[in-house]
């Protein structure tokens, strides 16, 4: 669940001052949610905790309401006290990530600040766009970066969360985007062998 929040605009950068200190902190949602953290994996405790560090990334370095993440986390059948009950969860993903700093309250809800290449999902998107503009040699290499940075499904063991499917298809649709870009470069290349076993193998990735 994608959100536009009036006092955050989408993707905004971090503060610059930020940006070191977070460097060594990763987040991986291109397969399972995943946070690493000087080159070791944190873990999140709880399904409802990981899924709200999900939509946190998912609006990354934007404020997300407690009435927004509710809805993310529970659909139209959020309980009585969701928003409270939000409050608590994202307590428990503040301790897990150890670090207060990055996850900060705000008046217009709750923000994670996320350094662009700390985010897989950002760092693909950055990858994709700049190889738009590259030769075929540079474009592939690029691209070929930019889809190994996928471990699996996007978002995977969350894909029954409410806000979840919308994203996984917002996801795949780039990843398989990326692919054809690949390809295209590819075969201005006169990689036509590769191309065919790549492509049938996408094909049996995404049958549909």
């Not at 809805?71 to 409050?87: D, I, K, M, S």
């Not at 590259?134 to 996007?154: I, M």
Request: charge should be negative; include cysteine; proline fraction near 6%.
């Amino acid at each position: 669940m994608r959100l536009q929040c009036a006092d955050s605009p989408v993707q905004r950068r971090p503060r610059a001052d930020t940006v070191g200190r977070r460097a060594a902190v990763e987040f991986r949602i291109l397969g399972p949610l995943e946070v690493r953290a000087a080159g070791r994996a944190v873990a999140v405790p709880g399904a409802k905790p990981r899924a709200t560090l999900a939509v946190l990334l998912l609006n990354a370095n934007q404020a997300v309401s407690p009435d927004q993440l509710a809805l993310a986390l529970w659909g139209e059948e959020a309980p009585a006290g969701a928003a409270n009950t939000v409050q608590v969860h994202v307590s428990r993903l503040r301790k897990a990530l150890g670090n207060t700093e990055d996850l900060v309250t705000t008046r217009a809800g709750y923000r994670l600040a996320v350094d662009p290449d700390a985010l897989d999902a950002l760092r693909f998107d950055r990858l994709v766009a700049e190889a738009r503009g590259k030769p075929a040699a540079g474009a592939a290499a690029t691209l070929t970066e930019a889809l190994a940075l996928w471990r699996g499904g996007a978002l995977e063991a969350l894909a029954y969360e409410p806000f979840a499917q919308p994203e996984i298809a917002r996801l795949e649709d780039a990843r398989i985007a990326a692919h054809e870009l690949l390809f295209e470069a590819q075969l201005a290349l006169g990689a036509h062998a590769e191309v065919v076993g790549e492509l049938e193998a996408l094909i049996d990735e995404y049958p549909y």
